[in-house]
């Protein structure tokens, strides 16, 4: 029991990173089916970090700009958003589904957009 109450704060960040690490992956392996539907592939880093590297097809729009382009996404197909780790896209999946967005998916890391 001391080894709980010791470590239960590393254990919980352990935990979420778990747990943020198997829905990125779930979301890798649906991709396939989401780009039949149509989705749009979002890339939420930086202009820079997305010139540095990106997933083919994916569009960037940097988490700050994307209050003010969510015009440029359409309603009715899958967006899916990643970034660098999964903590931008996780923001920008909260701030689409807010804004009436019903079908986000975070994938985390950009390079699972690839896969």
């Known amino acids: 029991m001391d080894f709980l109450r010791q470590y239960w704060p590393l254990m919980a960040v352990a935990l979420w990173f778990g747990y943020r690490f ?3 992956r779930r979301v890798a392996a649906q991709l396939p089916a989401l780009k ?3 989705a749009v592939l979002v890339d939420v880093r930086s202009r820079n970090e997305f010139a540095a590297g990106s997933a083919p097809g994916s ?3 940097p988490v700050g700009e994307l209050g003010s382009r969510m015009g ?3 309603r009715q197909a899958p967006v899916v ?6 903590t ?8 689409l589904k807010k804004a009436g967005f019903t079908q986000v998916y975070n994938a985390g890391n950009w390079a699972n957009l690839a896969k």
């Open 72 to 74: 440029e996404l359409p």
């Open 22 to 24: 198997i829905r990125a």
């Open 59 to 61: 569009i960037n729009i």
């Open 88 to 95: 931008r896209s996780g923001m920008a999946a909260l701030m």
């Open 81 to 86: 958003v990643a970034c660098a780790s999964g």
């Open 36 to 38: 039949r539907a149509g």
